[in-house]
């Protein structure tokens, strides 16, 4: 239908409230927002009209720009006869319906021929946070009906959904917490550990309504850190870790974090980065077969000034 559609490029092609695709610039007008550092980056939808993302893990954390492995797809939009009412209403269809009048009825024959049939219009629709979903979107037909129970070539699927939902999983973005906390010594032990995790798991459910819906959970598993420097100048213990590290016990048993062998008087700033990252395992379910998905990682750095002790023997 492509080229039925650009002779009409003229006029937008409207979807549900308010949100336009226009077909010579699929970017042109959203309500997503785009992030623009990588590392905080989740799914954004160009159309939000049909797939509802929900839960606890939607948009309230940090991301770890986890990208879909497919940035485009269709998706269930209408039925036949919905689908016509909806390109024949002059509320919503008024620049269209300035067109000259032969071009409108043309445009129009698709729709009016599969009022009554048995199956969906399906959409294109793709994450514009992805550096090829637009190029990916602009290969898609605009409109393809599809036959109830059945799935186009590039139709979305629960597993596709699945990862749309994994890209729009975030998780709290916690602190670093040291002991000692303003500056460390060369051997003295350097507690670490993290503040801010809150609850252990986080969800995310994409749902496309009465068609299916996969929720992510993503579960807490441990910490890891980076002392910010090499093995031979600094000693990571990580063993006492747990899930969020080891608050200091005074003449507790050191068990997790680093210790330095070397000054930082040499560093960028006379000081190491050093970074501890939150990783939490995911699974997919629903109405799809229960997977793993890649873990969410969220690092979060701190800088450390590690001094030298010197002494003096006198006789």
């Given at each position: 239908?492509?080229?039925?559609?650009?002779?009409?490029?003229?006029?937008?092609?409207m979807?549900?409230?308010?949100?336009?695709?226009?077909?010579?610039?699929?970017?042109?007008?959203?309500?997503?927002t785009?992030?623009?550092?990588?590392?905080?980056?989740?799914?954004?939808?160009?159309?939000?009209?049909?797939?509802?993302?929900?839960?606890?893990?939607?948009?309230?954390?940090?991301?770890?720009?986890?990208?879909?492995?497919?940035?485009?797809?269709?998706?269930?939009?209408?039925?036949?006869?919905?689908?016509?009412?909806?390109?024949?209403?002059?509320?919503?269809?008024?620049?269209?319906?300035?067109?000259?009048?032969?071009?409108?009825?043309?445009?129009?024959?698709?729709?009016?021929?599969?009022?009554?049939?048995?199956?969906f219009?399906?959409?294109?629709?793709?994450?514009?946070?992805?550096?090829?979903?637009a190029?990916?979107?602009?290969?898609?037909?605009?409109?393809?009906?599809?036959?109830?129970?059945?799935?186009?070539?590039?139709?979305?699927?629960?597993?596709?959904?699945?990862?749309?939902?994994?890209?729009?999983?975030?998780?709290?973005?916690?602190?670093?917490?040291?002991?000692?906390?303003?500056?460390?010594?060369?051997?003295?032990?350097?507690?670490?550990?993290a503040?801010?995790?809150?609850?252990?798991?986080?969800?995310?459910?994409?749902?496309?309504?009465?068609?299916?819906?996969?929720?992510?959970?993503?579960?807490?598993?441990?910490?890891?850190?980076?002392?910010?420097?090499?093995?031979?100048?600094?000693?990571?213990?990580?063993?006492?870790?747990?899930?969020?590290?080891?608050?200091?016990?005074?003449?507790?048993?050191?068990?997790?974090?680093?210790?330095?062998?070397?000054?930082?008087?040499d560093?960028?700033?006379?000081?190491?980065?050093?970074g501890?990252?939150?990783?939490?395992?995911t699974?997919?379910?629903?109405?799809?077969?229960?997977?793993?998905?890649?873990?969410?990682?969220?690092?979060?750095?701190?800088?450390?000034?590690?001094?030298?002790?010197?002494?003096?023997?006198?006789?």
């Amino acid at each position: 239908m492509k080229p039925l559609i650009s002779a009409m490029t003229a006029g937008l092609l409207m979807f549900g409230n308010g949100l336009h695709l226009d077909p010579t610039n699929p970017g042109g007008q959203s309500e997503a927002t785009i992030r623009q550092d990588d590392l905080n980056t989740t799914v954004e939808l160009a159309a939000t009209e049909w797939i509802n993302i929900s839960g606890d893990g939607a948009g309230s954390g940090k991301g770890d720009g986890y990208r879909v492995p497919r940035p485009c797809w269709y998706e269930p939009a209408r039925s036949g006869e919905d689908m016509y009412r909806f390109m024949t209403d002059p509320r919503t269809n008024a620049r269209r319906a300035a067109i000259d009048e032969e071009s409108r009825l043309e445009f129009l024959k698709p729709f009016e021929e599969k009022r009554d049939a048995d199956g969906f219009w399906w959409v294109p629709n793709y994450d514009q946070n992805h550096p090829d979903g637009a190029a990916c979107w602009g290969d898609l037909e605009l409109f393809v009906f599809v036959p109830t129970g059945t799935t186009p070539p590039s139709g979305i699927t629960p597993e596709q959904l699945a990862h749309i939902a994994r890209g729009s999983l975030t998780v709290p973005e916690h602190t670093v917490s040291l002991n000692p906390d303003a500056k460390s010594f060369v051997n003295l032990p350097t507690w670490v550990w993290a503040e801010g995790l809150g609850d252990t798991t986080r969800t995310v459910t994409a749902t496309i309504p009465g068609f299916m819906s996969v929720t992510v959970t993503a579960t807490l598993e441990s910490i890891t850190i980076d002392p910010g420097t090499t093995k031979d100048r600094a000693e990571t213990n990580v063993s006492g870790c747990g899930t969020t590290g080891k608050p200091y016990v005074r003449g507790g048993e050191f068990s997790c974090g680093v210790r330095y062998l070397r000054s930082s008087i040499d560093q960028p700033g006379s000081k190491y980065t050093l970074g501890v990252t939150s990783v939490w395992s995911t699974q997919a379910t629903g109405d799809v077969a229960p997977f793993q998905l890649a873990p969410v990682e969220v690092e979060i750095t701190r800088d450390v000034e590690v001094g030298e002790i010197q002494s003096n023997i006198r006789p």
